[in-house]
């Protein structure tokens, strides 16, 4: 039995229009996309497949996939072969995929579990749903880069005063008077101290 047999079992399409849609999902590649064109819902659809491939289908919920949930599975990894993790429960790493089929995902699934040391569960997720979960990688990485930003920040900030107050007691160590000497002393040899503090460096690297 097909996802299109258990959707017109559930009599969410007609049987005249099998055969029509059948044709349509192996010429696009697609057959989510086809049955959304026909007013299927993602629900339905969702559901039909997660019976079709006996996998428990699972809506998931923002606030479960935190940062910690986040770092289990690399962003490259659950864009390239469509899963991501949507939570721990019971000791063991919750796998939400769009395709249950794609065998190479399956054992990239398989190679994280081992390499976190914690078994796994399979939830059959929808698009929108991936989709969301993809956007919070990305909101992850923003506030990372933000966060550097303000360290950056602060930490050129930091090193300005210092170099400010290392001037300072130079002048008042050599008691050099040397008006002309003194207005050599720009903000421009501020900068280069800057420049070449090591954390300064170190914030820049990053």
Sequence with gaps: ??????????????EKD????????????SLDDVLKEA???EENILDSKGEYHGIPVRKVVDS???SKILEYVPEESASYYGFVPIGVKDGALEIG???PDNLTARDAINFISSKVSM???????????F???????KGLSGEVTKALTELETEFVSDALASAKEEKAEEKKASKIIDDEGDQD????????????????????TI
């Design 1 to 14: 039995m097909s996802v299109l047999d258990i959707l017109l079992k559930k009599g969410i399409i007609a």
């Design 18 to 29: 099998v055969i029509s849609l059948k044709k349509r999902a192996e010429s696009s590649g």
């Design 39 to 41: 007013g299927v819902s």
């Design 64 to 66: 479960e996939v935190t």
């Design 97 to 99: 995929i769009l395709d």
């Design 119 to 129: 078994p796994y569960k399979i939830f059959l997720i929808s698009q929108s749903d």
């Design 131 to 137: 989709d969301r979960v993809i956007k919070l990688y």
């Design 185 to 204: 002393i720009t903000e421009a040899g501020d900068t280069k101290n800057i420049e070449d503090a090591p954390i300064t460096k170190i914030v820049a």
